[in-house]
């Protein structure tokens, strides 16, 4: 087994695409829709919030899952079979050679443009010396032995192999024909050629103090500052906010219920621990045309099909394969929830966000 050099290329993907919340459930089909400044709106519904889903940061956990991999690659790089890799060499530490594809696979991961390459390279070149000094300590260690590296590795092998499949059988994404487009956004009026901008003043409390008392306040206060005076007298602590969100940001139901209240409207929506209470400030038009929409109901739409296919060949391997369960409880769970589990896990923010604002309507008084 070519030891260093394939857990070297296992590193490379993990730490690039797949420690993130998403990858864990194998993500294939929906790639984020970047954010334009025309256009902000977070789509309620399972179709609506997955165009505007965003790229997400890497928390530090993630990085810690990357690092106990790479940890577990140096060492595989002691297991007794080094062979040369293949590629001229760069650079050598401690007779491990690093070598120009493995540059060039950094530099292609980090998208470098042409410009910046040679900068870029003498960067990227010191930070695989720097890895390999980590894989070289980590294979004096034994880290390989480790139960739980070794469980990492076979874990990120399995998701790197179920995706390669998957991308070989969806393919290319097929472009939606402009007929589509313009479906999509005659169809979604609130989304696009209707919008409406709702600003928002917001007293942030905690849901502990939302007693039937401060709720009486709420019914009888003229305006927000006789609210947040009473807070204020009554020594609850508060913060103050100023959002904008428009009918492309809301569940279609929260939507509709702020355009149907007056301006300086006091209401209440519960968020677990915390709750607003909220003045609309201001209602205005905020429409976005077809010539500016098009581009993300394009990726939205190719981004969609994607998704079914995935889903449908996943519930075509289901169906064609005999899966067992000896665990009575897990067997009637993953029969509950296999459908949702054949979506890509980019869906799962989109369904979060459609929750949350299942949660708003809930709540709002």
């Not at 995935?310 to 289901?318: H, I, P, T, Y």
Request: aromatic residues 6%; neutral net charge.
């Amino acid at each position: 087994m070519h030891c260093v050099y394939y857990v070297y290329n296992i590193i490379n993907y993990l730490t690039n695409n797949y420690f993130s919340e998403e990858s864990e459930q194998c993500s294939l089909a929906m790639q984020p829709a970047r954010r334009a400044g025309f256009f902000q709106p977070s789509y309620p519904s399972s179709e609506g919030a997955r165009l505007n889903h965003f790229i997400h940061s890497r928390p530090a956990p993630r990085l810690l899952c990357a690092a106990l991999v790479l940890l577990a690659a140096a060492g595989l790089s002691a297991c007794g079979n080094k062979e040369k890799k293949a590629g001229q060499a760069l650079a050598s530490v401690n007779g491990e050679e690093i070598t120009v594809l493995q540059l060039n696979e950094e530099l292609q991961r980090a998208g470098v443009q042409a410009p910046q390459q040679a900068a870029a390279s003498k960067q990227l070149l010191e930070s695989l010396i720097d890895r390999q000094l980590l894989q070289n300590e980590a294979a004096k260690e034994k880290v390989d032995r480790d139960p739980k590296v070794m469980q990492a590795i076979e874990r990120a092998k399995a998701l790197i192999v179920a995706q390669a499949y998957m991308q070989k059988r969806i393919g290319a994404a097929t472009r939606p024909s402009k007929a589509e487009v313009e479906e999509y956004f005659a169809k979604n009026p609130l989304f696009f050629s209707q919008r409406k901008q709702f600003d928002l003043r917001e007293l942030v409390i905690p849901t502990a103090a939302l007693n039937d008392e401060l709720k009486a306040v709420m019914d009888r206060a003229k305006s927000l500052e006789d609210v947040a005076q009473w807070l204020d007298e009554h020594k609850i602590a508060f913060g103050r906010t100023q959002v904008s969100r428009t009918s492309a940001d809301l569940a279609p139901e929260l939507s509709g219920k702020l355009q149907s209240m007056p301006k300086g409207q006091l209401f209440i929506v519960r968020e677990g621990e915390r709750s607003l209470l909220i003045a609309l400030a201001d209602i205005k038009d905020s429409p976005v045309g077809l010539d500016a929409a098009a581009p993300q109901i394009e990726q939205f739409l190719a981004n969609k099909k994607n998704k079914d296919a995935a889903e449908a060949e996943l519930k075509r391997l289901r169906a064609s394969a005999k899966i067992e369960y000896f665990n009575k409880d897990a067997a009637a769970s993953a029969s509950a929830s296999a459908p949702a589990a054949a979506a890509p896990a980019a869906a799962a923010p989109a369904n979060s966000a459609h929750e949350a604002n299942e949660r708003g309507v809930a709540g709002l008084k």
